[in-house]
Structure formats: structure tokens, C-alpha cells
């Protein structure tokens, strides 16, 4: 009677050992607490390990839809020091049947941030080994890249255009201001000398003998 009570307590641990071991569909992991958190790290022990089987319970209960997914159902095993282990997932409704690899992966990339936020880490400090990184969703804007820039540079060809057009206008009337001066300045020269020319011609010539034809001087 009691072999046949330590057999029923000694036989799932084994048989669920034997499922991961030898099992194609497990995914190695890998976590570099160190790497990442540096003189913060934590040390990796059973309470870390029951974290990591309650996040991927999560993970299948969320990917499934289905709340019947416990830690009873994530199998680890191949430990190593360096905080590395190989899981698999059992379906809940037959603890000796594996959940295809497929539907895990599916599952642990939709839960993926929420995996590495559980352990202050992220996907190059948590590595799936056969699982590719997660990518980040883009982020969208209300006003696209493309038409802020457009804008810019629009907006900088318009600036330009103006202050060319200023700038000549400002030459033009410099340049126009420049010769009203010039002929007012003219203007006034031929006042003056006209004024002078009538000034003197008001006036009675004075006679120059010198130049004056007289027969005298020229006859022989």
C-alpha cells in the first residue's frame, strides 16, 4: 500500500521530467540577469522559476481565451547555473499531452513585453532560443512625417521669396530716391547759372576799344 502511495506521488514529477526531456516541442531560454541590471541583479532561485511558470500560464490563458492553464502545466527542466532551461506546456485537459510548439510561440510573442516586464529585463536579456525578438509596434503620428516636412521647407522657400522681393523693391527705391537727387540737384545748377546769365544780361556792356573795327589802324 505504500509503494503504490509513493509510486502515484513519484510518477507525475517523472513523468512530467520525461515530457520535457525528450520533448521537440520545448523552447530553450535564456536570461542574462546580470547583463542587464548589473550591481541590481537578482538571484535566480524557485520563487523566480514560479514567476516564470506563472507568466507563461498568463500567456497560454491569454493567447487561448481559456482560464484553465496553471503553473501545473509549464514543465522546466535541463537547469543550468547560468540561468538557462528548457520548458514545455501540457494541455490542461491531458496533462500527458504537449501543446504543439506552433501555439506556444504564438502565445509567448503576444505576451512577450509583458514577460520581460515581469523580470526587469527584455528580449536580448530574455532570449527564447528559436522565438525572434518581438518588434517594437510604430509609432503613428496625427500629422504624417512627410507633410510636417513639407511644410518646413515650404514655409522656408516662401521666407526666402519675400525677403528677395523686399530686397529689390528696397533697391529700386534707393536707386530712384538716388536720381531725384541727382536732378534736383541738376535743376538747381541751371537755375543758378540761368539766373546769373539774366542777371547779367540786365546789364549795359562795357565797350572795349581794343576790339573795336576802326579803319584807322587798318588802313595802309
Known amino acids: 500500500m505504500l509503494t503504490a502511495v509513493l509510486l502515484l506521488i513519484l510518477l507525475p514529477p517523472m513523468v512530467a521530467q520525461d515530457l520535457c526531456k525528450d520533448s521537440t516541442d520545448g523552447f530553450k531560454v535564456?536570461?542574462?540577469?546580470?547583463?542587464?541590471?548589473?550591481?541590481?541583479?537578482?538571484d535566480w532561485n524557485k520563487s523566480e522559476m514560479f514567476l516564470f511558470q506563472s507568466t507563461l500560464a498568463f500567456a497560454m490563458r491569454r493567447h487561448t481565451e481559456q482560464d484553465t492553464y496553471n503553473i501545473a502545466n509549464i514543465l522546466v527542466c535541463n537547469n543550468t547555473?547560468?540561468?538557462?532551461?528548457?520548458?514545455?506546456?501540457t494541455s490542461p485537459d491531458d496533462p500527458t499531452k504537449l501543446i504543439p510548439k506552433e501555439q506556444v510561440e504564438e502565445a509567448v510573442r503576444k505576451s512577450k513585453h509583458r514577460i520581460n516586464s515581469a523580470f526587469m529585463l527584455s528580449d536580448m536579456t530574455?532570449?527564447?532560443v528559436g522565438i525572434p525578438p518581438?518588434?517594437?509596434?510604430?509609432?503613428?503620428?496625427?500629422?504624417?512625417?512627410?507633410?510636417?516636412?513639407?511644410?518646413?521647407v515650404i514655409g522656408a522657400v516662401a521666407v526666402?521669396?519675400?525677403?528677395?522681393?523686399?530686397?529689390?523693391?528696397?533697391?529700386r527705391r534707393r536707386a530712384k530716391d538716388k536720381d531725384a537727387g541727382?536732378?534736383?540737384?541738376?535743376?538747381?545748377r541751371v537755375k543758378e547759372n540761368g539766373s546769373a546769365l539774366s542777371s547779367l544780361g540786365g546789364k549795359d556792356g562795357v565797350y572795349n576799344q581794343a576790339f573795336s573795327n576802326d579803319d584807322r589802324f587798318t588802313q595802309l
Open 30 to 42: 535564456r536570461l542574462s540577469i546580470k547583463t542587464a541590471l548589473g550591481d541590481n541583479a537578482y
Open 81 to 89: 547555473p547560468r540561468v538557462s532551461f528548457v520548458f514545455v506546456v
Open 134 to 152: 518581438t518588434l517594437v509596434a510604430p509609432i503613428t503620428y496625427d500629422t504624417p512625417p512627410w507633410l510636417i516636412v513639407f511644410g518646413v
Open 160 to 171: 526666402g521669396i519675400l525677403a528677395l522681393l523686399m530686397s529689390t523693391v528696397s533697391k
Open 126 to 128: 530574455l532570449e527564447f
Open 182 to 188: 541727382f536732378a534736383e540737384e541738376d535743376d538747381g
